[in-house]
């Protein structure tokens, strides 16, 4: 499976992003999936992850109230919506195909794409 992130941009403090993860070569209808990022100099962290279902979120305090992990299988597609952005997210963001909902690890790791926030 192949992961591809897009949606990524620059934009002002406040403002709003929404991030797309497509995948191809594979189904990921079966996994739970994640959002990560890694700003600069920065260690890469947990942002968001989703059930095979959706019926299951969960999200990084940092990030809880103003980000929201979504999919649609029949697509094969995993979104992050980001609203009210702070300068604190700028960072390069990854989608990935998890192990197990509620573990870290991955199987497939994508591209990122970069969001950057201006203050």
């Known amino acids: 499976v192949q992961l591809q992130a897009s949606g990524g941009g620059l934009v002002q403090a406040g403002g709003s992003l929404r991030l797309s993860c497509a995948a191809s070569?594979?189904?990921?209808?079966?996994?739970?999936m994640g959002w990560f990022r890694q700003a600069p100099g920065k260690e890469r962290e947990f942002v968001a992850a989703i059930s095979w279902r959706g019926g299951r979120t969960r999200y990084a305090d940092s990030v809880k109230g103003r980000f929201t992990i979504s999919r649609d299988n029949a697509k094969n597609t995993v979104y992050l919506q980001m609203n009210s952005l702070k300068p604190e997210d700028t960072a390069v963001y990854y989608c990935a195909a998890l192990s197990e909902y509620s573990n870290l690890k991955y199987d497939y790791w994508g591209q990122g794409t970069e969001v950057t926030v201006s203050s």
């Open positions: 070569g594979g189904t990921i209808s079966s996994y739970a």
